[in-house]
């Protein structure tokens, strides 16, 4: 869809929908309108009860009111709470409406807050326009022949000058959202066409694409570096593991560097420790961290960020077979450590082991920021709504949670005590892959089990399980596969700092 940018009143733009942001001021505004316009909107406000409430909605055949066919507006709330996640769940209403009228084409009108100007407006009204015309209809048959897909948008500013400053958000805006829905695909996609292997050779052609060095080591690659976990996990499959290394570097003269690490469980069956019906089904997004990976790279590379990245993803299939791994196995990680496996389920930290410590040993990163789906224990904490954040480095973490504000995509510190390490005591071997008895601070123990293999460099882990995927539509976020953690992950990576280092560590 092309979303464009003109200046002018809604009132006088020629359109078949306008979709109207309203304060709960605003309408008290019309009420007292002196105008035409504003005498007839007063009498349809006035029977209808519209006040102007977040999400409430007053549909209007325009009957010559203005030169667009329909006028919808929509109530954000009390002018002093409206933000840019109020602007993208209006868009999101506006695309709606679009839809279930079989409209092509529309407009959206741009309000200004407190604390964002009309550009900010645009960037915010993109994005939730952008997100919301996702569909994943790849095996859709009879809803294709009746459906009229959107076409165009047009974002309405008042000043002329405003509208070509907005301009370059916007396109940056749909990049971030391209990039989302690349995340979304991957994810909706059947576990039998995103395989390892092809997430490996969608990075290869990202690399291709972006003149960007990317490495892939294959099952008999990852045995000779002595990769136990990350081949354990994957023996049983058909499907063998790949680890992928992408090398971004956008700022040449600068020797920092940030890498991102994701969890690419491409199905995960639970292995011996088989995952119950209910919760089996939707097992083909255990891979949107490493999903994620693949998009902040292209994204990164289209929006030319001046950071320097390495992104991996630590991609394996979970499957039973007579070759599975089985409870109670030891092996030997990349980094020496031992593991004893105590669940079978608790694969992903396995496979980002090992990415965590080849990574920190080979590339040596400023600080490593690892997403995964990793614990069912973080949804009953957070819901659907926030991502886990675990981390020692309160100076990134600061960073994260502004950015989590920013996009709207939220995180929550939870604590990594030391008296937590005592869940991931073996008595056979280094670590044991799972915690305390009844699943107590489950997905703080798998943080720490985490946090074991990369011990030297700073560290933030991101527990997306339940904000990746979701089982019912809200505003621009579609059933299934979210995408999000990729626009939090942008935001973060273009205008992170980096922590300085004392003379002790430059010369380590």
Same mark, same amino acid.
């Given at each position: 869809m092309k979303i464009s940018v003109e200046a002018g009143k809604y009132s006088s733009f020629k359109s078949e929908l306008i979709a109207v942001p309203v304060t709960e001021e605003k309408v008290k505004e019309l009420m007292k309108g002196? #105008?035409?316009?504003?005498?007839?909107?007063?009498?349809?406000?006035?029977?209808?009860? *519209?006040?102007?409430?977040?999400?409430? =909605?007053? &549909?209007?055949?325009? !009957?010559?009111?203005i030169e667009a066919k329909r006028l919808l507006l929509v109530?954000?709330?009390?002018?002093?709470?409206?933000?840019?996640?109020?602007?993208?769940?209006?868009?999101?209403?506006?695309?709606s *409406?679009?839809?279930?009228?079989?409209?092509?084409?529309?407009?959206?009108? $741009?309000?200004?807050?407190?604390? *964002?100007?009309?550009?900010?407006? $645009?960037?915010?009204?993109?994005?939730?326009?952008?997100?919301?015309? &996702?569909? *994943?209809?790849? &095996?859709?048959?009879?809803?294709?022949?009746?459906?009229?897909?959107?076409i165009s948008a047009t974002l309405l500013v008042h000043e002329k000058e405003a509208a070509k400053k907005a301009e370059e958000g916007i396109a940056k805006a749909v990049t971030? $959202?391209?990039?989302?829905?690349?995340?979304?695909?991957?994810? #909706?996609?059947?576990?039998?066409?995103i395989t390892p292997k092809k997430l490996a050779e969608l990075a290869l052609d990202l690399g291709r694409k972006h003149k960007m060095?990317?490495?892939?080591?294959?099952?008999?690659?990852?045995?000779?570096?002595?990769?136990?976990?990350?081949?354990?996990?994957?023996?049983?499959? =058909?499907?063998?593991?790949?680890?992928?290394?992408?090398e971004y570097n956008g700022d040449p003269r600068s020797k920092e560097r940030i890498a991102v690490i994701g969890k690419g469980i491409t199905f995960d069956t639970g292995g011996y420790n088989l995952k119950p019906t209910g919760m089996i089904e939707t097992m083909k997004m255990d891979?949107?961290?490493?999903?994620? =990976?693949?998009?902040? !790279?292209?994204?990164?590379?289209?929006?030319?960020?001046?950071k320097n990245v390495v992104g991996v993803m630590a991609c394996a299939e979970n499957a039973l077979s007579d070759r599975a791994y089985k409870p109670g196995d030891v092996f030997t990680s990349y980094s020496g450590l031992t593991v004893e496996i105590g669940n079978t389920d608790a694969e992903g930290r396995l496979v980002l082991a090992d990415a965590l410590s080849f990574t920190e040993k080979n590339y040596k990163p400023d600080l490593i920021v690892d997403l995964a789906t990793l614990t069912g224990a973080i949804m009953i904490s957070l819901g659907s709504e926030v991502i886990g954040l675990f981390s020692d480095e309160e100076f990134y973490v600061n960073q994260m949670y502004e950015s989590g504000l920013i996009t709207f995509e939220r995180v929550w510190e939870l604590p990594i005590y030391e008296e937590?390490?005592?869940?991931?005591?073996?008595?056979f071997a280094d670590l044991k892959n799972t915690g305390f008895p009844k699943g107590f601070a489950s997905s703080i123990t798998a943080a720490l089990f985490l946090k074991s293999f990369c011990p030297k460099t700073p560290w933030i882990h991101l527990d997306i399980a339940g904000v990746d995927w979701i089982d019912a539509p809200k505003y621009y976020k579609p059933k299934g596969a979210t995408g999000v953690g990729l626009r939090l992950m942008a935001h973060f990576i273009e205008n992170l700092e980096f922590k300085k280092k004392s003379k002790t560590e430059k010369s380590d």
């Amino acid at each position: 869809m092309k979303i464009s940018v003109e200046a002018g009143k809604y009132s006088s733009f020629k359109s078949e929908l306008i979709a109207v942001p309203v304060t709960e001021e605003k309408v008290k505004e019309l009420m007292k309108g002196t #105008n035409s316009t504003e005498k007839k909107l007063h009498e349809l406000i006035l029977l209808e009860g *519209f006040k102007g409430e977040t999400g409430k =909605v007053l &549909y209007i055949h325009s !009957m010559n009111l203005i030169e667009a066919k329909r006028l919808l507006l929509v109530g954000v709330g009390k002018q002093k709470s409206l933000n840019s996640e109020e602007l993208r769940r209006f868009a999101s209403t506006a695309v709606s *409406f679009a839809k279930k009228l079989k409209v092509q084409d529309f407009a959206v009108a $741009c309000h200004e807050g407190q604390e *964002f100007n009309e550009m900010d407006a $645009c960037f915010a009204l993109t994005e939730g326009i952008f997100l919301s015309d &996702y569909d *994943f209809d790849k &095996y859709k048959t009879e809803a294709k022949k009746d459906s009229k897909p959107l076409i165009s948008a047009t974002l309405l500013v008042h000043e002329k000058e405003a509208a070509k400053k907005a301009e370059e958000g916007i396109a940056k805006a749909v990049t971030l $959202c391209r990039g989302t829905n690349l995340v979304r695909d991957l994810g #909706n996609e059947n576990s039998s066409i995103i395989t390892p292997k092809k997430l490996a050779e969608l990075a290869l052609d990202l690399g291709r694409k972006h003149k960007m060095k990317v490495t892939v080591f294959d099952e008999k690659k990852l045995r000779e570096l002595k990769m136990e976990l990350i081949s354990a996990v994957g023996i049983g499959s =058909v499907n063998p593991p790949r680890m992928v290394f992408i090398e971004y570097n956008g700022d040449p003269r600068s020797k920092e560097r940030i890498a991102v690490i994701g969890k690419g469980i491409t199905f995960d069956t639970g292995g011996y420790n088989l995952k119950p019906t209910g919760m089996i089904e939707t097992m083909k997004m255990d891979m949107s961290g490493a999903a994620n =990976v693949l998009g902040i !790279m292209n994204v990164l590379a289209e929006l030319k960020v001046k950071k320097n990245v390495v992104g991996v993803m630590a991609c394996a299939e979970n499957a039973l077979s007579d070759r599975a791994y089985k409870p109670g196995d030891v092996f030997t990680s990349y980094s020496g450590l031992t593991v004893e496996i105590g669940n079978t389920d608790a694969e992903g930290r396995l496979v980002l082991a090992d990415a965590l410590s080849f990574t920190e040993k080979n590339y040596k990163p400023d600080l490593i920021v690892d997403l995964a789906t990793l614990t069912g224990a973080i949804m009953i904490s957070l819901g659907s709504e926030v991502i886990g954040l675990f981390s020692d480095e309160e100076f990134y973490v600061n960073q994260m949670y502004e950015s989590g504000l920013i996009t709207f995509e939220r995180v929550w510190e939870l604590p990594i005590y030391e008296e937590f390490k005592e869940g991931i005591k073996s008595e056979f071997a280094d670590l044991k892959n799972t915690g305390f008895p009844k699943g107590f601070a489950s997905s703080i123990t798998a943080a720490l089990f985490l946090k074991s293999f990369c011990p030297k460099t700073p560290w933030i882990h991101l527990d997306i399980a339940g904000v990746d995927w979701i089982d019912a539509p809200k505003y621009y976020k579609p059933k299934g596969a979210t995408g999000v953690g990729l626009r939090l992950m942008a935001h973060f990576i273009e205008n992170l700092e980096f922590k300085k280092k004392s003379k002790t560590e430059k010369s380590d």
